[in-house]
């Protein structure tokens, strides 16, 4: 890992992922956390680029969604206690689960946003868990 990865793995971690908590916790009223796999990005800066966007913003985006009452706020507060990320390299690899109240995300975020799951996918996922 070179130190651009490095660089920009400190800033998901200290700026970007706290924020898109914080961003969740105003979605629904609580705060839940990622966990990464930091070692499945270590060599694929493309993919630390496209992970926010990829994973996050689409989160965010069926969570508002899910969140458009008390009953959804409170089923995702009582339902959703983890967010898992974690890099694949192949299409084929890619899945979205959502079981004991963890949610996992296997994208290959280096394939930008056809890496990953549409927001309409993960709310889908989501509803079916809550």
């Known amino acids: 890992m070179g130190l651009n990865e490095r660089r920009k793995i400190k800033e998901l ?8 908590v914080k961003e969740i916790e105003e979605i629904c009223g609580a705060p839940i956390p990622y966990e990464v ?3 499945s990005l270590s060599d694929d800066p493309e993919g630390l680029n496209f992970i926010e966007n990829v994973s996050c913003h689409r989160l ?3 969570l508002r969604v899910i969140c458009l009452d008390d009953m959804g706020k409170e ?3 009582e339902g959703l206690k983890l967010v898992k990320l974690k890099n694949v390299k ?5 899945k979205v689960a959502f079981a004991g109240g963890v949610l ?3 994208c290959a975020y280096a394939k930008g ?3 990953g799951f549409s927001d ?10 809550l």
């Open 90 to 94: 192949e299409d084929a690899a890619r």
């Open 113 to 115: 946003i056809s890496g």
């Open 37 to 39: 796999d930091w070692d």
């Open 120 to 129: 309409g996918e993960i709310r889908q996922v989501l509803e079916k868990g």
């Open 60 to 62: 965010n985006m069926a």
């Open 13 to 20: 971690q200290e700026t970007t992922f706290p924020g898109r």
């Open 75 to 77: 089923a995702v507060r």
């Open 104 to 106: 996992e995300m296997d």
